[in-house]
């Protein structure tokens, strides 16, 4: 079974196994995608431990990505099988004839907070250099991973560009379907957003699982797949650390290319990440800026001295 529609003139396509995007300019989908992180806890976490997050819809920065409002759920045989498996087609079919309205607007609002117990977002960026990116996901104090997903052990669609538009309205479900309106849900924003660049993956559930939903309290109930995905080191291309990952007075320039680095503020977490970069010789670079407005990276190597004291090389 394959479906395709068109929205806001790009193809969303369902071949009865997958899902898939075809912007209305031809594009090259990556294999090298970009993703940015704060100088925070989880985000050592998830790199020390090497895994990704597949976010659910009410986690995301955006209150209105994958909004549920996009979809009209206008077909009755779709809105019965949501509730097929929550109470009986007598009752169903009693709702329908007395209050058809509500019933619409109860399946739109659950719909996202079912579906995505079956699916994750893992949102990248095309451009590591953007300086907007790196003030709203660490205020430059954070580190960029440098992915090829095509290493990544897990199942997933994607990536897929993101369709910005300036105006959007509800799609009817009569008319794309379910599957399609999954798709589109996921892929749609305000065109606000668009300097992000934004690659999307929709990561699927483990088979015979579905993940936690930290919304509403009944599915959080459930528990379910931690929504993390462990992937290998080669799926690392390289690290690039932001212009403020070092405090000021934590650097000492010996000469143009050699830099001593003796940790003082959130020593702990900063010793961790570079002994990571060094331990797995991973290409790294450090945040430079340029100009008023642009950041380049610089190439460099790291060395281990002790506990708080580093050595950084430039290549």
Not at 172 to 193: A, E, M, P, R, Y
Request: hydrophobic letters at 35%; proline letters at 4%.
């Amino acid at each position: 079974m394959r479906i395709e529609r068109e929205i806001y003139n790009w193809k969303y396509i369902f071949d009865g196994t997958g899902f898939d995007i075809i912007p209305n300019e031809e594009t090259d989908k990556p294999e090298i995608l970009y993703k940015l992180y704060g100088l925070n806890q989880y985000s050592f976490d998830s790199l020390i431990n090497q895994y990704i997050y597949a976010t659910h819809p009410s986690q995301l920065n955006d209150i209105f990505d994958c909004n549920e409002e996009l979809l009209d759920f206008d077909d009755i045989e779709a809105i019965k099988v949501f509730l097929g498996d929550s109470m009986p087609e007598s009752e169903i079919n009693k709702l329908i004839k007395e209050d058809f309205e509500s019933l619409k607007t109860f399946v739109q609002r659950n719909f996202r907070e079912k579906i995505y117990r079956k699916w994750g977002v893992f949102s990248m960026t095309g451009n590591p250099n953007n300086v907007l990116m790196w003030s709203y996901y660490g205020n430059h104090n954070g580190f960029c991973i440098e992915f090829d997903i095509s290493k990544f052990p897990f199942k997933y669609y994607g990536p897929f560009p993101i369709n910005y538009q300036p105006q959007i309205e509800a799609l009817s479900i009569k008319t794309i379907g379910v599957q399609i309106g999954v798709l589109v849900q996921s892929n749609i924003k305000d065109v606000i957003w668009k300097h992000e660049n934004e690659w999307r993956l929709m990561i699927a559930a483990p088979d015979g699982k579905d993940m936690f939903s930290p919304n509403f309290k009944i599915l959080k109930g459930l528990g379910g797949h931690n929504r993390k995905f462990n992937y290998p080191i080669e799926a690392i291309k390289s690290i690039a650390l932001g212009n403020r990952f070092f405090d000021p007075d934590e650097i000492h320039e010996i000469d143009n290319m050699t830099l001593e680095i003796n940790l003082k503020v959130n020593f702990e977490q900063k010793s961790i990440m570079l002994d990571y970069l060094a331990t797995n010789n991973i290409k790294t670079h450090i945040g430079l800026r340029t100009g008023f407005t642009e950041i380049k990276f610089r190439t460099s190597t790291i060395e281990r001295i002790n506990y708080k004291k580093y050595k950084i090389n430039a290549c």
